[in-house]
């Protein structure tokens, strides 16, 4: 099966450039097979999950509308959030996000794709499941919306909508796309049946 390959070339020295709440800028002297030193800087990140909420009899897909300030612009976009509570597995915090952003509870996950959203400037690994099955639940107990998640939007929209929007560019949110249509592909080809399980091995989060 074609697959990445972990590979961790030499680090002959790093310095922290800049830190912030998330994430560090860093700049690591890093050794090429044939002797040299290459430069190269990249944020630090502790890795996400998202999640693409299906309402299979609607047909219905639950999306977020939320400011991101880095690009100026409101996206739509699928519940997510970052690994950052310590040792959590990944399925878990994926039902957490579902919970805290749009109150919503699914008995069945199952992993749509796996990316690294921009491997040559940050270290964030990304994993996206779809949830289906779902219903209403509350918010876990003292979650508050903080911050641009206070003043999100979610509603439900028809899946080929959404689908359309971002053949469009109309979207362009990477997880609300690498998600939706990886469940374009498999609901097209009949292969969701396939999909990994839910707390499925997540290879490049042991590299």
């Known amino acids: 099966m074609l697959r990445d390959t972990p590979l961790r070339w030499k680090v002959r020295e790093r310095t922290v450039l800049g830190a912030g709440g998330v994430s560090s800028f860093v700049n690591e002297a890093v050794e090429t097979p044939d002797g040299a030193v290459i430069q190269r800087q990249f944020l630090t990140h502790p890795g996400a999950v998202a ?3 299906w309402r299979e009899d609607s047909d219905e897909l639950a999306v977020l509308r939320q400011y991101r300030h880095p690009v100026g612009m409101e996206l739509v976009e ?3 959030g970052l690994l950052d509570h310590g040792g959590e597995d990944a399925v878990v ?18 992993v749509l794709v796996d990316i690294v959203t921009t491997p040559g400037a940050c270290q964030e690994s990304l994993r996206i499941f779809l949830a289906r099955g779902l219903s209403d639940t509350d918010r876990p107990e003292g979650f508050v919306l903080e911050g641009e998640e206070a003043h999100m939007t979610w509603d439900w929209v028809p899946r080929a909508d959404v689908v359309a929007a971002v053949f469009a560019g109309a979207c362009q949110s990477p997880s609300l796309v ?4 990886a469940l374009e592909t498999a609901r097209l080809s009949g292969t969701i ?3 990994r399980p839910g707390d499925a091995d997540w290879p490049i989060r042991r590299a």
């Open 78 to 80: 699928i519940p997510a």
């Open 93 to 110: 915090a994926a039902k957490r996000e579902l919970a805290e952003e749009v109150a919503l509870a699914a008995e069945r996950w199952d």
């Open 193 to 195: 049946a396939d999909l």
């Open 51 to 53: 999640v693409v909420a």
């Open 178 to 181: 690498a998600g939706v249509l």
